[in-house]
């Protein structure tokens, strides 16, 4: 029997927009899946875009099921009411896939970019072009969302491997 390796779900929430992007490594290799973005539009109603976003999350799970969800944790700004929102959004996209048994691991941007470029404030750009680079992706073509979720796949990946060889994890 080939070995599927893992497949990680990385999230990257917002209320508008979250972005996904599913990453499978299979002897070391980091293999692109699918990556994309769930889209709220215009509706006000924040109740409806929190459901929009779990029905998008549960359905990428219920098709792909994942061994494991990355997610980016809230950045804090001054906006309270941003932060408030971003947080509900996050709520949402985690519930979707705990519902679904799944283990979720949670990551501050700062440390996604530094695990990936090696500098925790690393510009979105940098950070995109490692993300293309280590899936061997020219000119992807994907949104700047679906980026950064996929930034926290590769994220927990190397994070997973690190804590391999330190002996921390099984």
């Known amino acids: 029997m080939a ?22 490594e299979v002897s070391g290799r980091a293999m692109l899946v699918e990556a994309g973005t769930i889209t709220t539009g215009a509706e006000k109603d924040l109740g409806r875009r929190l459901g929009r976003i779990h029905a ?23 906006n309270t009411m941003s932060a408030l929102k971003l947080g509900q959004a996050r709520g949402a996209a985690i519930a979707a896939v705990a519902v679904a048994g799944i283990p979720v691991a949670a990551y501050e941007p700062t440390v996604v970019k530094k695990n990936l470029v090696g500098v925790g404030n690393a510009p979105k750009g940098q950070v995109a072009w490692m993300v293309a680079h280590s899936l061997g992706m020219k000119n992807p073509g994907w949104a700047e969302d679906a980026s950064d979720a996929l930034a926290v796949a590769l994220c927990h990946l190397n994070q997973r491997r690190f804590d391999r060889l330190a002996g921390t994890r099984s």
């Open 3 to 24: 070995d599927d390796g893992l497949l990680v779900l990385g999230i990257d929430p917002g209320s508008r927009v979250t972005g996904f992007g599913l990453v499978r």
């Open 56 to 78: 998008g999350v549960a359905e990428l799970v219920a098709r792909h099921r994942p061994d494991v969800a990355a997610v980016e944790n809230v950045f804090v700004s001054r």
